[in-house]
RNA sequence: GGUCCGGUGGCAGAGUGGUGAUGCAGCGGAUUGCAAAUCCGUCAAUGUGGGUUCGAUUCCCGCCCGGACCUCCA
């Protein structure tokens, strides 16, 4: 079995993965608050983190991939405001339209996709924990985490509490013992959603989630926990905080992994900033696989530039990459190493899109072991999820363009060159490229 | 202001203390009725100034530039 290394940002280097229980590996990523469509930035980690779920499934006898879904959160709370539609309303739809979006992009679904909504006894059962071992207090309807009580804060994200003091931006909350201390619980007025507590009727902070429903669904200490690197202060930070001080004796996530962030002019793509496009918008546009390709054509933790053109130049490696697997037709084999090897090197899915660019070139010239490699490196990857015939020339029209070219045939038989070639172009214009070759023509969509 | 990350050919993007992957684009050619696809060939890069070293793109320091994060996140 290859060795896996992943870089673990705990300890800022690169390390042998070594599952707490070989037989099991445990992961949890941070999920998608359901208050808006997703856009390509958002799709980053869970095309990332799908890779490594499938990379982990291939290497080990069982995998449980924990993803969640925050469907309690001011946002949400804002935006159902605005428009008049119920809390439940804007989480079901949003949830249902990022599971669309990212099974268009050929993320597999996680084994558990835990709701916060539905771990809120258990958030409670945690908070209540970390007051009885003095890590927490209630004020003014809060309930706060006591940053000092925890001697190790600021070790995920290597920040010191005089660091983000001297940095604070926020006016800090009156009822804080310390600037740093956060929010595990927050009072609700009759407006918000709630629930009832030891601490009256509120609804919990930001971070408490993950703790709560990675405890549930993973246990104390787990092997993985993933998400983006604008998550590792302070969400991360606090979760660590929070469970390491709630379940002494536990590690928590051994293992935590950053994807970088989306650029776009190089700048980070996102919400706030309005320079986004949804995944939505984006599949109206390229094919899911081709927004796959470019989400993984840079390293993980590095920053990735999102443009058209780009986009524009994965669909052509990708049809490339068709065309090899319909010259030499074969079923998956085994992953070659040229793919296996570097995504075992801390997933370095850039160099395994080199090595399936040769194994490309190998099938183009008719080497089906190569295609059958090829094939089977895009399952790893989850791109070529397609038959080449499929990918080119699906839809419904198929019928009637094969008229076309058969009738551009028979002019070029009778060489009506002029006849032929308005034919190509009327084609051409519909977005139809035609090949000819020997005596036969076949036709794909652009 | 604090912390951290990065600067590689036209674009994107890897690896590496010892002649700088890969893809796209460009250029030349083969092929084609012309194209497309395919094949062959080819151009072209390590921000800047020092240091360590026999030798640095790779390690160290300064500088410049860009980006991310800085607590109940408008």
Redesign the pocket.
Known sequence: MPVLRLHNSLT?TREVFAPIDPGHVRMYVCGPTVYDLAHVGNARPVVVFDVLARLLRRLYPKVTYVRNITDV???IN?RAAASGESIGSVTARTAADFHADMAALGALPPDVEPRATEHITDMITIIERLIQNGHAYAADG?VLFS?ASFAEYGHL?????????????????T??EN?????LW?PSTDDLPGWDSPWGRGRP??HIECSAMSWRHLGESFDIHGGG???????HE?EVAQSLCCFPGSTFARVWLHN??L?IN???M?K??GNFFTVRDVLAKAPGEAIRMLLL???Y?????F?E??L??CK??L??WY??LERAPAAAGEVPASVMA?LC??L?T??A??GM??L??AA??GNTEASAGLRAAGDLLGLLQYDSTAWFRGGDDAAEIDALVQA?IDA?KE?N??R??EI?AELAARGL?????GGA?IWRRE
């Open positions: 800022r959160d001011d946002k804002a809060h940053v994200s290597g920040r010191s509490p005089d660091d983000l003091l001297a940095g604070a931006r926020v006016e800090v909350a009822y804080k600037p740093g201390d956060f929010v927050k902070g930001w690197n604008d998550l590792l202060f302070p969400h606090n970088g962030m650029n190089g700048t980070k996102s706030s900033l054509r840079g390293h933790a590095s920053t990735v530039e443009s053109d780009l524009a130049d052509r490696d049809d490339r065309r090899a570097p090197d801390d370095n850039p160099l899109f080199a660019h040769a490309a070139d183009m010239a551009r070029r060489r060159f002029a032929a070639d190509r490229a035609l090949e000819d070759k023509t």
